[in-house]
């Protein structure tokens, strides 16, 4: 059976190192955990070298070594991603959890980490702290890893004392965030290459196959016209020849000035009210802006965040400018002493469900649980929305992408079809 060599943490933050033997890693993982250990690196015993090997001893990475690190590694783009940022917090939660204090689960996070750039700011955060700052401020100065919603849950955990357990909340909705996303991208991913491989198609066709049967056309009918649906088609083969850079540029300047629009207020509300206007994806991105919503403001609301702090936060963090503009009139309103549901009601995004919901969340006191509750009644919808739009998309591009390529075959065989006939 293989034998597995691991480095494991007991329930006092002492590192142990030993060995198991088990048929997989997963068992192997397994049987230390049932050994009170928390394993921190597990890999499969290799053979022994010949004597005449001389093997080095590996460089055991300690905090101390990375501390010394003082110079922040060059990084092109992100430090972390929000992947990497939802397995370091899952992580992070569990080993509080699991008993150790947050200076050592930071050191074992350093050591482990492979992304040079995301230890060198662990490593920072383990300074900061061990200088006598807060876990919170030491993630302040970190404003594009941390977002603000991150900070001030963890800030109400170490008021509260509950770190561990609202970090493991955070770990929670980053990674049903994650998940909501991953199945909207996937849902998007196949129309976006069926529409760029149609456009190449066609533009291929057009500017390439079609001007070579214009002059077999001409050659053989000696100037006869020619049917009007080959006219048209050769017409559109002569503009788009004329015209592909031309086309490209308006596309690509087109793109480029969509991005810019969505950096002003204007342009991003017309943009997003355009999103949840549309036919089929409408639908869904609502209620994607939805869940995203009430899962934010429900995770704050449960970890002590105060209500007008969280209605801030959750604003910042909607990713819609028409969700933005309800917020910030329920935060009014709720600063003037009136409720959520009633502000939320008349911005038109929210349904009556919702805002029902909600109402009935205020008057028991259990608001946190009601907006949990309609985040997950949502999550459910977007998944149903995107299996859904995935069922229509698929063959409406399928035959669309037929019908065009189908007419222009058509279109070309029809002057070869009369030439037959009147030889016959």
């Known amino acids: 059976m293989p034998k597995y060599i691991f480095t494991a943490v007991d329930s006092k933050g002492e590192e142990r190192t030993g060995s198991v033997e088990a048929a997989s890693a997963d068992l192997a993982s397994s049987q230390i955990k049932s050994m009170g250990y928390f394993p921190t690196n597990l890999k499969l015993e290799q053979e022994e070298p010949l004597p005449s090997a001389s093997p080095k001893a590996p460089k055991v990475k300690t905090i101390s070594t990375l501390v010394e690190k ?33 200076l050592r689960s930071l050191e074992v996070l350093a050591k482990q980490e492979r992304h040079e750039p995301f230890r060198y700011v662990i490593v920072e955060l383990y300074e900061n702290i061990r200088s006598g700052n807060t876990f919170s401020e030491g993630l302040q100065q970190h404003p594009k890893i941390f977002s603000r919603l991150y900070i001030n849950m963890v800030k109400a955990g170490e008021a509260g004392g509950v770190l561990d357990v609202v970090l493991n909340r955070l770990a929670r909705f980053m990674e049903k965030s994650q998940r909501v996303k991953g199945k909207i991208r996937a849902a998007m991913v196949y129309p976006i290459i069926v529409v760029i491989l149609s456009v190449v198609i066609v533009s291929a066709l057009m500017a390439v196959v079609v001007p070579q049967f214009e002059s077999i056309f001409n050659d053989m009918l000696k100037g006869a ?62 209620k994607a802006a939805i869940s995203r919503f009430s899962r934010t403001l429900s995770t704050l609301l449960s970890s002590g965040v105060p209500i007008l702090s969280a209605l801030q936060i959750t604003r910042d963090t909607s990713g819609n400018a028409l969700l933005v503009e309800a917020v910030e009139d329920v935060h009014d309103r709720v600063k003037e002493g009136e409720g959520v549901s009633g502000p939320l009601e008349a911005s038109k995004i929210f349904p009556l469900m919702v805002t029902s919901m909600i109402d009935v969340g205020e008057e028991t006191g259990e608001l946190s649980e009601m907006l949990n509750r309609v985040a997950e009644i949502y ?10 739009l995935t069922s229509i998309i698929e063959p409406i591009m399928i035959v669309f992408l037929a019908l065009t390529v189908g007419t222009i075959v058509i279109a070309l065989f029809l002057p070869i079809i009369e030439i037959i006939e009147q030889l016959n």
């Open 379 to 388: 999550d459910e919808e977007v998944d149903n929305a995107v299996v859904g």
């Open 225 to 286: 016209s020619l049917p009007k649906l080959t006219q048209i088609v050769l017409d559109l083969s002569v503009f788009v020849k004329a015209n592909l850079l031309t086309s490209v540029f308006i596309l690509i300047g087109s793109f480029v000035i969509l991005k810019l629009l969505t950096r002003t207020r204007w342009g991003e509300r017309v943009i997003d009210w355009g999103l949840i206007t549309l036919p089929f994806i409408g639908n869904l991105y609502r």
């Open 70 to 102: 003082k110079k922040a590694p060059l990084t092109i783009g992100q430090v972390i991603n929000q992947k990497g940022l939802t397995i370091f917090t899952r992580q992070l939660s569990t080993l509080i959890q699991a008993g150790l204090p947050l």
